[in-house]
């Protein structure tokens, strides 16, 4: 059994041995014959090249079946309903709560001044306009997670 699937496999081996240059062949009728010897008398020598070199592969064209039930635009949506609007409200929320504490933190260390420095000083200007730089950025933080809330809520609305 052995030395018969030798004998097939070299058999087939030498019958699919590659041509590497073919010979096209005319005759005195004008017959033309292809073959890999010489022409014995007017030819041209064809050189062949293997197909994948010169191919250029042809783009598929754009699917036109529907997306599957659990495809890429459920997925979003499942996860804008499951995580990324619920994150986004808890971010928004958590902001608060922090602009909260820093103006009540704010209100209670402004509070009267037990000294002698008069209310108009320097010092409490600074401390006055350090609070206000405060709550503007986090008043624009607070006003940024809105609008990324919005955006998120627009687009799990969209069909």
Request: aromatic share 4%; proline share 7%; hydrophobic share 35%.
């Amino acid at each position: 059994m052995t030395a018969i699937r030798y004998a097939a496999c070299t058999l087939a081996l030498g019958l699919l041995a590659p041509a590497w240059a073919i010979n096209k062949c005319t005759d005195a009728d004008g017959k033309v014959s292809f073959q890999d010897a010489s022409c014995p008398g007017q030819g041209e020598k064809i050189e062949v090249r293997p197909a994948l070199e010169g191919a250029t592969p042809i783009p598929s064209p754009p699917s036109t079946s529907r997306e599957g039930a659990f495809g890429p635009t459920w997925q979003r949506k499942n996860h804008l309903r499951s995580q990324g609007i619920p994150q986004a409200r808890a971010a928004l929320e958590r902001n608060q709560k922090e602009c909260g504490a820093q103006s009540a933190e704010a209100v209670a260390t402004a509070g009267p001044l037990r000294s002698t420095l008069a209310s108009g000083t320097q010092f409490a200007q600074e401390r006055a306009a350090a609070a206000g730089q405060g709550k503007a950025a986090c008043e624009a933080r607070s006003e940024e997670l809105r609008k990324q809330l919005k955006a998120l809520e627009e687009e799990l609305g969209a069909p």
